[in-house]
């Protein structure tokens, strides 16, 4: 992408890498870090005409939720 000058990159994170996620702080440092990575490589490829994104969506229903009675989440 940088040889050719553009291109786009999507992250998928989660909107529990943009705030406060309790009791899932795993889950959430590890969406904060991939929204932090997004944010930083954004303007580090803006230079070379590559777009980054990232793509945070809120709920949606997974496996992950089948364990996730101590948050209160299940389908």
Sequence with gaps: ???QRFGHIVYPA???????????SAYSTT?????GLTTSLHY???LYG??????C??????????????INIGY
């Design 1 to 3: 992408m940088k040889e």
């Design 14 to 24: 989660s909107a529990a890498g943009l705030g406060p996620s309790p009791i899932s």
């Design 31 to 35: 969406k904060h870090a991939v929204v």
């Design 44 to 46: 580090e490829a803006e």
């Design 50 to 55: 590559v777009k980054v994104s990232k793509l």
């Design 57 to 70: 969506p809120t709920f949606v229903n997974t496996p992950i939720f089948a364990k996730a009675k101590a």
